[in-house]
T-cell receptor, first 115, second 113 residues
Framework: SAVISQKPSRDICQRGTSLTIQCQVD?????MFWYRQQPGQSLTLIAT?????????ESGFVIDKFPISRPNLTFSTLTVSNMSPEDSSIYLC????????????FGEGSRLTVL | GENVEQHPSTLSVQEGDSAVIKCTYS??????FPWYKQELGKGPQLIID?????GEKKDQRIAVTLNKTAKHFSLHITETQPEDSAVYFC????????????FGKGTHLIIQP
C-alpha cells in the first residue's frame, strides 16, 4: 500500500486568487491522478499527472485553470487558478504503486472553500 | 467514455441485516471494478475489487458479484455493523485500472442500531 499526504487539508480562499495543493507519496508510484469531489457528490477525474511532462487532462478540465506538476515519482502539485465559488470542492490526490495492479490509493483530500 | 450508474443513493438497514448496492456500466471494454468506502472527512479507501475474469469475490463480510453480459456489478455486505456506515462508491476502468477510474455517484449506507 501507499500513504498519500496532502496539504493543505483545508483552506478558505478569496475569489480570483490561486492555491497550490501538494501531494506527497511515501513510496514510488507508477501513476498519479487528481480528482475533484464537489460537496456530497462523486469523484471526477481532473487529470493524470505525468512525471516530467505535461499532465493529461480529462474533458472539461484545462491546464490554464488546473496546472499540474510532477517533478519526480513521489510528488505532485495541483494549482486551482483564478478561483470562483464554483471551485469550492474537495481535491483528492491518488496514486498507484508498481506492486498494486489497478488499486488506487487516495489522500485525505484538500477541502477548498472559495468566498 | 465510461458511464457508471449506482443505486440506491441512500440505504438504511438494521444492524445485523445485509446491504446490497448495485452499479451498471456502459463501456464493454471495462475490466476492473473496485469499491471504495469513504468516511466523513476522509479520502476513499478501497474495500474490494473484481476483475472481468471472475464472477464473484469474497472478503469476510464483503462480497462483489459481476455480470459482464448485463454490465452490472454489486456489493454485498452481510451482518452489517455500525462501523459500516459510510458512503460507498463503485467504479470502473478499462485497461485493468491502468487509467483513472470512473466513479458512480455513491451510496450513503446507514446502519440503524
Amino acid at each position: 500500500s501507499a500513504v498519500i499526504s496532502q496539504k493543505p487539508s483545508r483552506d478558505i480562499c478569496q475569489r480570483g486568487t490561486s492555491l497550490t495543493i501538494q501531494c506527497q507519496v511515501d513510496s514510488q508510484v507508477t501513476m498519479m491522478f487528481w480528482y475533484r469531489q464537489q460537496p456530497g457528490q462523486s469523484l471526477t477525474l481532473i487529470a493524470t499527472a505525468n512525471q516530467g511532462s505535461e499532465a493529461t487532462y480529462e474533458s472539461g478540465f484545462v491546464i490554464d485553470k488546473f496546472p499540474i506538476s510532477r517533478p519526480n515519482l513521489t510528488f505532485s502539485t495541483l494549482t486551482v487558478s483564478n478561483m470562483s465559488p464554483e471551485d469550492s470542492s474537495i481535491y483528492l490526490c491518488s496514486g498507484r504503486t508498481s506492486g498494486s495492479i489497478g488499486e488506487l490509493f487516495f489522500g485525505e483530500g484538500s477541502r477548498l472553500t472559495v468566498l | 467514455g465510461e458511464n457508471v450508474e449506482q443505486h440506491p443513493s441512500t440505504l438504511s438497514v438494521q444492524e445485523g441485516d445485509s446491504a446490497v448496492i448495485k452499479c451498471t456500466y456502459s463501456d464493454s471494454a471495462s475490466n476492473y471494478f473496485p469499491w471504495y468506502k469513504q468516511e466523513l472527512g476522509k479520502g476513499p479507501q478501497l474495500i474490494i475489487d473484481i476483475r472481468s475474469n471472475v464472477g464473484e469475490k469474497k472478503d469476510q463480510r464483503i462480497a462483489v458479484t459481476l455480470n459482464k453480459t448485463a454490465k452490472h456489478f454489486s456489493l454485498h455486505i452481510t451482518e452489517t455493523q455500525p462501523e459500516d456506515s459510510a458512503v460507498y462508491f463503485c467504479a470502473a476502468s478499462a485497461r485493468g485500472g491502468a487509467d483513472g477510474l470512473t466513479f458512480g455517484k455513491g451510496t450513503h449506507l446507514i446502519i440503524q442500531p
